[in-house]
């Protein structure tokens, strides 16, 4: 029987990133993703859900996702797995970023796993896949479940819109071409979690998003 995932999202950062604990329903073993500021808040929600928390997962280097990564690792005491390489200059940089925004306490996080396209990432009971899907970053990743059919995609699709692509390694050309070409043939069943903004279907995407029809 596979394994059941939960999930809650908390907003994080003056830009409301959706942070997101996930978890494995039967064993309450689970990871933050995302973890961009606000790490009190997340704290009290690893307390609310009893959950576990094994690992530290980043879909890409950006200030509102990463930013918190450094310190609730040493909070936690957990590993950090992911972006994708390709986001080294991001994670490096993040606190000259945080200080631009005024963000305090966004500190350099070095993952202890980069990841690659065709990685595997455990969680518990449950496995995600990794897609590298480059465009609003250079190394974005998405974490997709086969079992639940459902991934977590970052800030590379949203509910009727796309991640921007005017940041440093970004480009519009890649980012659709990856959305088309690696994200939306998951399934039109797949529900995700992006990262701003409400879930979604990749099926709902495929046909109203009004950057992906032509």
């Known amino acids: 029987m596979p394994a059941t995932p939960r999930a ?7 830009f409301q990133q ?6 494995d329903d039967a064993t309450k073993v689970g990871a933050v993703v995302d973890p961009g500021g606000d790490l009190d808040r997340i704290e009290a929600a690893i307390r609310s859900q009893g ?3 094994e690992k530290i997962l980043l879909t890409h280097g950006h200030i509102d996702h990463a930013g918190g990564a450094a310190e609730l690792k040493e909070r936690l ?7 994708h390489e390709a986001d080294k200059f991001l994670l490096d940089s993040l606190p000259e970023v945080g200080a631009s925004y005024g963000l305090e306490g966004a ?4 993952p202890d796993r980069w990841l690659n396209e065709g990685d595997a990432v455990t ?3 449950l496995t995600f896949d990794i897609w590298h899907a480059p465009g609003h970053s250079p190394g974005s990743v998405v974490f997709m479940s086969r079992d639940a059919r459902f991934a977590l995609v970052g800030d590379v699709v949203f509910q009727g819109s796309v991640g921007r692509t005017d940041l440093p390694g970004g480009s519009h050309e890649q980012l659709i ?7 939306l043939p998951l399934g039109d069943d797949v529900a995700f979690i ?5 879930t979604g279907t990749l099926g709902q995407e495929r046909a109203t998003n009004p950057f992906l029809q032509d």
Not at 77 to 83: A, D, L, R, S
Request: aromatic share 2%; with cysteine; charged share 15%.
């Open 107 to 110: 500190r350099a996080i070095a």
């Open 18 to 23: 959706n942070c997101t604990l996930i978890w």
């Open 194 to 198: 992006p990262g701003h903004g409400p």
């Open 77 to 83: 005491g957990v590993p950090v797995e992911g972006p």
């Open 123 to 125: 969680v518990g009971g």
């Open 177 to 183: 071409r990856m959305i088309k070409e690696k994200v």
């Open 51 to 53: 959950v576990t928390v």
């Open 8 to 14: 809650a999202i908390i907003p994080v950062t003056p």
